[in-house]
């Protein structure tokens, strides 16, 4: 599961990831991270069946988190050319049976980097 | 043998027998050609890709009192008027004045055949028989009289696939381009694409009727850069027929706009010959994949390659798998020789046979050019260069004694570490910093060659956001300095 931290100026300079992961033993992956001087923002991968313990852990250490549940979207626009399939660092899109690009929710780690290849805009990251 | 003329007829009394490209490889495998050529009348085939060499002819109508268009905009996208007073022609590619890359040519042609309406904004500079000079107004494609697609060139027999050496992402107009391999992009959908299945354009010629939009269309010719077996064709068809699911407007990001066209070709299988021509697989059709990574004309062969490897999702280049994305929809394509497949059944659409070859031999000239100036006619050399242990205060008395803002770092055999500038200097300076070059110069160099073109000198500075680039030999050895007033001076004539 992916979870979203938000750090505020007191927090962002905490050595929080580590502390959550040797405390809660976790394997923590850091997906996207932008951290200043007196914010920040991570987005992290955990194992589903550890993630609410984690997030209550980073919630004690003063950290806001919110779980990013929806994943990539493709709309109707979408014209099945697959200009998407190699783009993605996980493997979301595949050419289906029928020649049509199927989404792999699942393994989208909301880069969001398809969002700007897809020549039709086709692509659209909820928040 | 069959003629046209006896396939016309059985389409007529509703017993031609249509199969799509993809069955048809299914039949000869299984019956041989000669059966196949028997059995089976017509093969129909399809596309649907990004074709930028495409666009529509309007003609608008007269405005009281009249004008005779010198410039005209659909939407803010200007469109050709270098021909008669109410004519022009709108590119695809073309994009609006107002919101850039978001919206073009291809996206008006969308809108108008979606039903929708556009503005239409001209100026001319008014004569005794065109005394108007501006106009604004909204039409629609019921409101022109005429709006014909013409394309210079669509259907693409095959294309050169991209793959990307560099160290940063390329957008271009074969799509996202990762660094360092990171991926391959094609275009064309290979066995069911229109030209392959007629490699020797026998029945593919001037006059042939197809599928273009969802309207009926023809074939018009060759098209620019036909160069077999990286044939082309020129189409034509009426716009008001066709319909917004096969002309589809889009925009590679950071490239810009661009039309998804969709085109069905039906071949008629006259003889043995045409039955085996229209059995070749995807295995059969040779391509290459070339390294935009190099930004010249003549871009590097990294490997070849068939569109039966490539439609795998995965080619081996340097020894790694690396992921491969069509940029052509083959589900769309499969849908278009279907659908034409099922207007022949229906007796709604007849075949042609070409009055005129296209030519089988041609060759794709590159452009004539006066000369390609290099980065060595217009550097300074030698570069006035500095030791990293020399002192900042040293480096700071060179600049100005020289009147230069970029001083290249270099090693005691002469090859490139480092560069310091002027403001690196300025900002040492300002925060009391005393020390060598070394501790303040910038490590990772932005460097150009003698034979570089200063077109792609200045590019580099574009977007690096610098002003100069030491010239480095093979050995990394400075042997001059290129900035950006050396080559404003050239380019801005």
Known sequence: MLLKLKYDSRSVRAPVISKVAIEENALINIIEAKVEPRFGEIVVEVDDEIAERVAEKFKKYGVEVRKLTKSIEKSEKCVDCGACISVCPTGVFERGEDDRIVVNEVKCIRCGFCVGVCPLNALKLPE | ?493
């Open chain 2, 1 to 493: 043998m069959k003629t046209v003329e006896e396939i016309n007829e059985k389409i007529r009394e509703g017993n031609v027998n249509v199969v799509t490209a993809l069955e048809m490889k299914e039949i000869v495998a299984e019956l041989g050609a000669k059966e196949a050529a028997k059995e089976v009348d017509v093969v129909t085939t399809g596309t649907f890709g990004a074709m930028c060499s495409s666009g529509a002819f309007f003609n608008f109508g007269h405005s009281d009192p009249p004008i005779k268009m010198q410039r005209v905009w659909l939407n803010d996208v200007e469109a050709y008027t270098g021909i008669a007073a109410v004519d022009a022609y709108l590119g695809v590619t073309q994009l609006s004045e107002t919101l850039g890359m978001e919206y073009g040519g291809a996206h008006v042609i969308e809108d108008l055949v979606r039903g929708k309406e556009v503005e239409l904004r001209a100026t001319a500079y008014g004569t005794d028989c065109y005394p108007r000079k501006e106009i604004v107004t909204e039409i629609s494609l019921e409101d022109v009289n005429q709006a014909v697609m013409v394309n210079p060139r669509n259907a693409y027999q095959r294309y050169r696939a991209a793959t990307n050496s560099s160290d940063r992402v390329l957008r271009t107009y074969m799509g996202t381009l990762l660094p360092n391999f990171g991926n391959v992009t094609y275009a064309g959908v290979g066995e069911l694409s229109p030209l392959n299945n007629d490699p020797e354009y026998r029945t593919i010629g001037v006059g042939t009727r197809i599928f273009l939009g969802g309207a009926k269309g023809y074939v018009i010719g060759e098209g620019t850069q036909h160069s077999p077996p990286f044939g082309t064709l020129m189409v034509k068809g009426n716009l008001k027929e066709m319909k917004p699911e096969y002309l589809r407007a889009a925009t590679f990001p950071g490239y810009g706009v661009t039309l998804f066209v969709g085109i069905g070709i039906p071949i008629p299988i006259l003889d043995e010959e045409m039955a085996k021509a229209t059995a070749i697989t995807d295995d059969k059709i040779e391509t290459v994949i070339i390294d935009f990574g190099v930004p010249r004309r003549d871009r590097p062969i990294v490997k070849r390659v068939t569109y039966a490897e490539l439609k795998s999702g995965k080619v081996e280049i340097n020894g790694e798998d690396v992921r491969v994305s069509p940029l052509s929809s083959y589900y769309m394509s499969k849908k278009i020789a279907e659908e034409l497949k099922r207007m022949i059944e229906r007796g709604e659409f007849f075949l042609t046979m070409p009055v005129e070859r296209i030519p089988q031999k041609e060759v794709f000239k590159p452009m004539r050019q006066r000369e390609i100036k290099v980065v060595k006619s217009v550097m300074s050399s030698p570069a006035i260069t500095i030791s990293p242990e020399a002192s900042i205060e040293e480096a700071a008395r060179i600049l100005i004694e020289n009147e230069i803002n970029h001083l290249p770092v270099v090693n005691e055999r002469g090859e490139l570490i480092g560069i310091v500038t002027s403001w690196d200097i300025a900002k040492a300076v300002a925060r009391g910093k005393i020390g060598k070059v070394e501790d303040i110069m910038t490590r990772k160099v932005i460097t150009t060659t003698m034979e570089e073109p200063i077109e792609i000198a200045a590019r580099k500075m574009e977007q690096h956001e610098i002003s100069a680039l030491p010239v480095v030999d093979k050995d990394n050895k400075v042997v001059g300095i290129v900035s950006s007033e050396d080559l404003s001076k050239l380019l801005a004539r």
